[in-house]
């Protein structure tokens, strides 16, 4: 269930120094990202209502929601391989640059070649997915047998459509983005969602799982086609001349291409690392899937929250700089700096939210009807292995989007295919292997999948940061800043923990909205007075819209 689905500042005359400005409207930092983030954030909230409508008629441990969640996955594999995150660094890297230099003409150009080859690799995958389904659910769930297996293909089937719709969704993303307009492309997943809502209570009630399954899988097609809808007007009227055209001879569009392999593997790999994790659970016991997709759909908001928000907006900016090779890298340390302390403020409360108040937020977004307790338990364990490597996991996007505007992408792929050997082998002890050591019960080596990729997501930030460094220097994130989050954060969620041993857990939603906002306010206040600077331009940002003056 992962629409993918994931800041950008125009530095001032005081960051850019010496390097020329791209031709582009300017904009704060905080103001992009923050643009991204509130889109993504509104679309995430709307995507957790449809989580829990979702879990609470089909429920976490049964076939049928085995089959539901992988089958929604197998096609996203496809329009997040093809999609946003390789546009982003192939496509957006180029057609930015070219409005930077002014070739307004050959930008437009280019967004017609690509979503022209776009649409005929689209229609091709759609129709060798659908013909190849079986082959597809034997690859990605092979422990699947019997009746999840046949219903996993034919949910698999119906939702093919989809990953083309997804995939000339993100063209429109990529062109949206790379002319600064954030907000709609980061709201369109909204569509998705609240189709997906509406078929499922419609038909929810006397319906079979099985039936209820396939309902949503077409809610999910129809809601894919409104995502792409709503932002091809507002793409359009950036592309005045646009006709979409087969075209390979330009030299743009040949870079786009170039680009296209290595980052197309680079972030394949990686998709591969989650689908590695899906492969592994679904020889575990029924409900594993289930509950490894609702675990890692939680784990994935400050990926995309924070990390995504400024890796969107910021690869853009970092793509315009142009000047000597001194000046570039300057201007690249400071943009990436800035960035790498924006995300740790946010994900580290995440990461310390998930590993001691998992269950709080598990619970308010998922329990009720069909999926009980003992199911909100198993989705914490998942969370708390995510927290090992959500850090390194959110600060890695954005070290890679700095090595696309520097027009590299072998080096994040070197280092994503040794992330995704380290899971594949680490997951498979932690899961299969582990439980079994340990004398518990198979169902817990769920945890294990994704505190074992946390460590792989680890190795291949430390290798990124390293490489990176030695091409534009050190861009470190300072330790003190860091103890001072951790600290705060590890505090507020005690705070918060306490809450949650006096009021019980017999209502969740309740719970929830006394513990979170909490530990939220204690952790703001806490590293505010601590003088960490985002804590208090967050809070400033956020009393200005509100029209509050303190």
């Given at each position: ?85 390789v ?34 690799v ?25 009746e ?59 319906a ?42 330009s ?15 680079s ?89 001691l ?30 927290a090992?490597g ?127 906002p ?26 200005r ?6």
């Open positions: 269930m992962f629409s993918l689905a994931d800041n950008q500042r125009e530095t001032d005359s005081s960051t850019r120094t010496s390097t020329r400005a791209p031709a582009a409207p300017k904009r704060s930092a905080l103001g992009a990202s923050s643009t991204v983030a509130l889109g993504i954030l509104i679309s995430r909230i709307v995507g957790f209502l449809r989580e829990s409508v979702i879990a609470h008629y089909i429920g976490g441990v049964s076939i049928y929601a085995d089959a539901l969640r992988s089958a929604i996955r197998i096609p996203n594999l496809l329009s997040n391989l093809f999609g946003e995150g546009l982003s660094a192939s496509f957006v890297t180029v057609y930015a640059k070219l409005r930077a230099q002014g070739e307004d003409k050959e930008a437009e150009h280019l967004a017609a070649a690509v979503f022209g080859i776009l649409g005929l689209c229609a091709v995958l759609v129709l060798v997915g659908i013909t190849a389904t079986p082959l597809f659910i034997d690859l990605i769930v092979p422990g699947f047998h019997g999840r297996r046949l219903l996993a293909i034919h949910l698999v089937r119906i939702l093919f459509p989809a990953t083309g719709l997804l995939v000339m969704s993100s063209w429109c993303l990529g062109v949206l983005n790379s002319h600064r307009q954030f907000l709609l492309s980061y709201l369109a997943p909204v569509a998705l969602s609240v189709a997906v809502i509406l078929v499922t209570i419609t038909t929810g009630q006397g079979t799982d099985a039936r209820l399954a396939a309902d949503i899988a077409w809610g999910w097609v129809l809601g894919s086609l409104l995502q792409f809808l709503v932002q091809l007007p507002n793409t359009l009227n950036f592309l005045p001349g646009f006709r979409p055209v087969l075209e390979f001879k030299p743009h569009v040949r870079t786009v291409l170039r680009n296209f392999g290595p980052v197309f593997l972030r394949g790999v990686v998709q591969v690392s989650a689908y590695i994790d899906q492969w592994i659970a679904s020889f575990l016991p029924i409900g594993s899937t289930s509950i490894l997709a609702c675990g890692q759909f939680i784990s994935i908001l400050p990926v995309s929250l924070f990390s995504m928000s400024v890796s969107a907006a910021e690869l853009p900016a970092f793509s315009s700089a142009t000047g000597t090779e001194e000046e570039i890298a300057e201007f690249l340390r400071k943009r990436l700096s800035a960035g790498l302390h924006r995300i740790a403020f946010f994900v580290i409360p995440s990461a310390v939210a998930f590993l108040l998992g269950d709080i937020v598990t619970g308010a977004i998922y329990q009720g009807g069909k999926f009980h307790r003992s199911d909100v338990i198993l989705v914490w364990a998942v969370l708390a292995g995510s090992v959500l850090l390194a996991t959110s600060l890695g996007r954005l070290y890679s989007s700095a090595f696309y505007a520097l027009l590299d992408t072998k080096t994040p792929l070197r280092f994503a295919t040794i992330r995704v050997t380290l899971t594949a082998v680490l997951g498979a002890v932690c899961a299969l292997l582990l439980p079994h050591w340990l004398g518990i019960d198979q169902k817990w080596g769920v945890a294990g999948l994704t505190a074992s990729a946390g460590v792989a997501g680890w190795v291949e930030f430390i290798l990124l940061r390293g490489a990176l460094a030695e091409r534009i220097g050190k861009t470190p994130l300072a330790v003190s800043f860091t103890i001072r989050l951790w600290s705060v954060a590890i505090s507020s969620a005690a705070v918060a923990y306490f809450i949650k041993l006096g009021v019980g857990t017999a209502h969740p939603k309740l719970l929830a909205c006394l513990a979170l909490v530990y939220g306010v204690l952790y703001f206040t806490g590293t505010a007075l601590l003088g960490v600077t985002e804590s208090r331009t967050t809070i400033e940002s956020v009393t819209r509100l029209g509050l003056n303190f």
